[in-house]
């Protein structure tokens, strides 16, 4: 992969997390993750069609990127990280609505997320 020289630390982390997101199975990894407070391998091996070492290398991805936490123990469990959640919605929020003035046609998605907590 090809370095990019003069990104700031935030391009980077951003382009660790979209790297790690950009497999479809991290990425329903994540919103399995979304809908419960936290589980452990086999229950995601229950609801994707993958073995349990693939599933164990996806969420190994996701924890390095950030983007999940857990997996220490005999049956480890993992949830998402918050933080880094909302850390992100922040990053695309702001790529699109910098210093918080919308360039966004129609429904602005300033007013969209108005109401969001993560900001």
């Known amino acids: 992969m090809k370095t990019i020289e003069g990104l700031t630390t935030d391009e980077e982390r951003a382009a660790a997390i979209f790297r790690a997101l950009g497999n479809p199975a991290r990425v329903r990894i994540v919103l399995e993750l979304a809908r419960q407070d936290a589980c452990v391998t086999s229950d995601l091996v229950e609801v994707l069609p993958l073995a349990q070492s693939t599933v164990s290398e996806h969420l190994k991805v996701l924890r390095e990127a950030g983007i999940v936490r857990g997996g220490v123990g005999r049956e480890p469990r993992y949830c998402l990280e918050p933080d880094v959640v909302r850390w992100l919605a922040k990053f695309c929020f702001d790529i699109c609505c910098p210093a918080g003035e919308c360039s966004c046609e129609g429904e602005s998605a300033c007013e969209a997320t ?6």
Do not use: E, F, R, S
């Open 114 to 119: 108005a109401g969001c907590a993560c900001g």
